[in-house]
């Protein structure tokens, strides 16, 4: 017989597979047993559709009644798009729920919980939680700071460089790096990059998987607006939404391109915190920076930094005048340097990609 960790497990495999389809909603996985028998699984497909929940007590059909439910997030315990799902396990009278974490949402946040105690369902709390906020780990940071979660992404040589003098950078990673690449978009709500990248390289800045994938929200930064011409960026492939400084003329650029959202901030250049508020406002909880040198020392600066993704290749350029990941001027001494905390490192074909976080003060 499977153990309550296995069973959980399952379902938080279940939610893993959905994450980046189910924004602005969580990714969620749900089992339902009874005497050691799966009665039903179900996942969160996209937002607006079926709860995990509900997809499980379906398959169940008549036999809930004294089951257990294992799910990745406290069930919801508000009318959305949806009606509450503690409600509806209540009404299937089940016999327990375990609980992988609470839901940090003011419209939920322990009132589902409360529904399902108060109808006299047991409930356990706190089973593999620490696998379950990795998962959401974009909802739960904006749910409690109210910005996007900011990751940088670059691909170097083992030298760190990202181009070479006169600027090529086809290709610095192999093709097993860039599909991972395509992952993380799909896993974003937007993908950001500044003026010079897009006219270097001309990117389409979509998901291009196998098997399909979300394409994110285009967000470029153009302080004059200055771009034009025939760029992917403007194709309607995807959404696109350029974020200008205050003397850029905005409603001749908009007349000519309609067919793209034009975010203007308050003062002349581009200030990062500022514009992560308003995306935050616009609902996008997580952002793929995969700017040039300058952009992501932008980032750096104000540190607005969560996780950075680093492709490694088995290459070396060498020389002062190759481009590197963060641009501007460094600090004159060592303990300015910005402390990050290695949290992953895996190979990917002859790669390496490394996950580094903030090191959080003691």
Not at 101 to 130: F, R, S, T, W, Y
Not at 148 to 171: E, I, N, R
Not at 265 to 275: G, Q
Request: with cysteine.
């Amino acid at each position: 017989m499977k153990t309550k960790q296995e069973w959980m497990n399952l379902a938080l495999n279940l939610a893993e597979a959905t994450i980046g389809q189910t924004s602005p909603n969580p990714s969620v996985g749900a089992v339902m047993v009874k005497n050691g028998e799966l009665l039903g699984v179900g996942t969160h497909l996209k937002a607006g559709e079926a709860h995990a929940e509900v997809h499980a007590i379906e398959q169940a059909g008549s036999k809930t009644k004294g089951a257990e439910l294992y799910v990745t997030l406290e069930p919801c315990a508000h009318y959305g798009q949806t009606p509450p799902c503690a409600e509806l396990i209540v009404h299937h009278q089940l016999k327990k729920v375990y609980i992988a974490c609470l839901d940090p949402n003011p419209k939920v946040a322990g009132k589902g919980v409360e529904i399902l105690e108060h109808a006299g369902v047991e409930v356990e709390v706190g089973l593999l939680e620490q696998r379950a906020l990795t998962i959401n780990q974009h909802f739960f940071h904006y749910q409690h700071k109210r910005r996007p979660f900011v990751t940088l992404k670059a691909a170097m040589t083992l030298d760190g460089k990202t181009a070479t003098s006169t600027g090529d950078s086809k290709w610095i990673t192999s093709a097993s790096a860039r599909i991972d690449v395509h992952r993380q978009r799909h896993r974003h709500d937007a993908i950001l990059v500044g003026r010079n990248t897009v006219i270097e390289d001309n990117p389409s800045l979509t998901t291009r998987l196998a098997g399909g994938g979300k394409d994110p929200i285009r967000v470029i930064l153009d302080t004059k607006l200055s771009l034009q011409g025939d760029l992917a960026i403007f194709d309607e492939q995807a959404d696109t939404w350029l974020v200008c400084g205050n003397q850029a003329d905005k409603e001749a650029f908009c007349q000519q391109h309609p067919e793209v959202k034009v975010i203007q901030l308050s003062s002349a250049r581009i200030d990062m915190t500022d514009l992560l508020e308003i995306l935050a406002e616009e609902g996008i909880q997580s952002l793929y920076v995969e700017g040039g040198a300058t952009v992501h020392r932008s980032f750096l600066e104000e540190q607005l930094v969560d996780e950075c993704h680093w492709y490694i290749a088995p290459k070396l350029l060498g020389g002062q005048d190759a481009q590197a990941v963060i641009g501007g001027i460094s600090p004159q001494w060592m303990q300015e340097a910005s402390d990050f905390t290695f949290s992953q490192i895996e190979q990917i074909g002859p790669d390496l990609k490394i996950i580094a976080t903030p090191k959080e003060d003691v």
